[in-house]
């Protein structure tokens, strides 16, 4: 029985992939060669820069994201939602939903700690998490939470 197609099911969001086609045949002397690869990108959200825009020194906190990437033609961005967590006693506080127009936000009232912030991106199919970036007592612990987010922490909308 010929099979003529495959569906993939299990890859990364955002990651490239290269697929090859090869005919295996019962008949041991009939060798096929390996087909051109073909190239796609797993469908998800790839987060954009976030990365804090104040001083440290004014008691509140402003955080700044850059647009997603959706890697799938048919998803819709919808928007974004901000949290953080005291590190010290892992409380965990939302900072309100944007919509997918909002590119910035401004957090009140943080107690002098160590905090991690991140951001989620929500679509129609997909809800992603960029990589936190750590402040301590509303300052930044260091120049590393500059570094582009990847996409990862994907997870499927029910």
């Avoid at 825009?53 to 008691?59: A, E, I, P, S």
């Amino acid at each position: 029985n010929d099979q003529l197609t495959y569906t993939l099911t299990n890859g990364s969001a955002c990651e490239e992939y290269i697929v090859y086609i090869q005919a295996i045949s019962d008949d041991k002397n009939i060798p096929s060669p390996m087909s051109r690869g073909v190239k796609f990108l797993w469908p998800g959200i790839k987060p954009g820069l976030f990365r804090r825009l104040d001083d440290g020194q004014t008691g509140i906190v402003v955080v700044a994201w850059e647009q997603p990437r959706l890697e799938d033609e048919t998803d819709k961005l919808i928007g974004f939602k901000l949290f953080s967590e005291n590190m010290s006693t892992h409380v965990v506080r939302s900072h309100g939903e944007y919509n997918a127009e909002t590119y910035r936000a401004v957090i009140y009232n943080l107690s002098n700690a160590k905090y991690l912030l991140w951001l989620e991106s929500q679509s129609e199919l997909y809800s992603v998490r960029a990589r936190p970036i750590t402040i301590t007592s509303g300052r930044f612990r260091s120049r590393s939470s500059f570094a582009p987010a990847k996409c990862f922490l994907k997870k499927t909308k029910t």
